[in-house]
């Protein structure tokens, strides 16, 4: 009989189940609360994949479709595990961790970053992660500072 005719799973199928491990950082795991909860959430949602998928007739159709929430399962079981909560800063004498600090460029143009965990950073959003070069030119400066990070010129103009 042609191999045409057999139910093989093709090597096609068997790279799109196995799915590389997501990376997880060397730096502790500092959350917010707001971070907290958004990895909760993404790993509620990964589990409710999980079990769509499990439901899946088809085993090569469920090993693809159950690929990528196993994945995120296991990276985001392990980032709540290491998850330490930091609380907000009491003060704005400083830039710390959870900071919002506005900041105005060498060119005049003017931005706000919230420093947050890893996970929970996006620039274009405006929060950038604790361990970026930005948030680490920052921290423990105070407004009217001078911040240069690479080439660039900052002022700090305000902390909340």
Known sequence: MSVA????????????????????????????AEGRAALEAE??????ALDAASAIEDVNERRRQSATPMRDLTYLAERLR???????????DAVAFGSTVAITRDDGRTQRYRIVGED?????AGTISYVSPMARALFGRAVGDDVTVGDHDFEITEIA
Do not use: G
């Open 82 to 92: 290491t998850a330490e909560l930091v609380s907000p800063p009491k003060t704005t």
């Open 120 to 124: 929970e950073a996006d620039p274009r």
């Open 5 to 32: 005719f057999t139910k093989e799973e093709s090597s096609e199928t068997a790279s799109e189940t196995q799915l590389p491990h997501r990376p997880v950082s060397q730096h502790p795991n500092l959350v917010t």
């Open 43 to 48: 790993h509620a949602a990964a589990k409710a």
